[in-house]
């Protein structure tokens, strides 16, 4: 519970380095500071985000101590795994455009498609999803950031696929768009907690059960904005007290 999870400094470092994928950051701070400074408030807390920070690279060449990613996990091969959620992809367009329930459909109609780069982990994702189904879906407009790209939306540029975090991530006004979920047409995006291999398995543990508590309790509410379907698009991990696994 929340409360075993108190008290847990000093376990292993005087820093604790912590990189999340942009996405995960943006919708579960501040709450998730807070959460962690409880359960290890004698340790430092460095909680970074963005694209170089949180892949797996990052973690094996040491510069980071623990990742929250959706980046390809079998380059982690012996590092402890933790899964903190899965979420479904959605289909998001500007107010004035009901977004169909396909999306051959979308890609067919006079609205363009604007996307997440290649150069981001969700980016490249999406690319290998689109190219399974045959989708030329390449962008008319693409970013790498869900801020801008949401921007786009909600001015009327286009339309794109994105996910519920994503869309927390951006602060969107959710009168500005509109979003419907696509459904088991694309795979989930898996978000896991990765972490060195030698550090004390109560402290990967712990941290990971920090940040599924902390997404459960923070997620939902944050997403009911954007109506009352969406929350049901994300499956949170139940524990990590005695669900980690090696790769």
């Known amino acids: 519970?929340?409360?075993?999870?108190?008290?847990?400094?000093?376990?292993s470092m005087p820093e604790l380095r912590i990189a999340c994928v942009n996405s995960f950051a943006?919708?579960?701070?501040?709450e998730l500071l807070t959460?962690?400074?409880e359960a290890f408030g004698s340790n430092r807390i460095?909680?970074?985000?963005?694209?170089?920070?949180?892949?797996v690279a990052a973690l094996t060449e040491g510069r980071v101590d623990t990742i929250v990613t959706s980046d390809a996990v079998d380059e982690a091969i012996g590092y402890p795994l933790f899964p903190i959620l899965e979420e479904e992809f959605?289909?998001?367009?500007?107010?004035d455009v009901a977004p169909m329930e396909h999306l051959e459909d979308m890609a067919q109609g006079p609205l363009p498609y604007v996307g997440y780069s290649a150069t981001c982990v969700i980016g490249r994702l999406l690319r290998v999803q689109f190219n399974r189904h045959r989708l030329d879906l390449s962008g008319a407009a693409v970013f790498d950031d869900s801020r801008l790209l949401m921007d786009a939306v909600a001015d009327g540029q286009g339309w794109t696929v994105t996910t519920p975090l994503c869309l927390l991530e951006a602060r969107?006004?959710?009168?500005?768009?509109r979003v419907r979920p696509i459904g088991r047409k694309l795979s989930p995006r898996r978000l896991c907690l990765i972490t060195h291999p030698h550090?004390?398995?109560?402290?990967?543990?712990?941290?990971?059960?920090?940040?599924?508590?902390t997404a459960r309790d923070a997620i939902p509410g944050k997403l009911r904005a954007f109506g009352p379907g969406l929350i049901g698009q994300i499956a949170f991990a139940q524990s990590a007290l005695r669900d980690g696994q090696d790769k």
């Open 46 to 55: 460095a909680l970074l985000s963005g694209i170089a920070r949180s892949t």
């Open 90 to 95: 959605l289909i998001a367009t500007p107010r």
């Open 1 to 11: 519970s929340h409360a075993d999870l108190r008290g847990l400094g000093d376990l």
């Open 172 to 177: 969107v006004d959710p009168a500005a768009i």
């Open 199 to 213: 550090e004390q398995s109560s402290l990967q543990k712990r941290l990971a059960q920090v940040m599924i508590e």
């Open 35 to 37: 959460r962690l400074r």
């Open 26 to 30: 943006g919708a579960v701070m501040p």
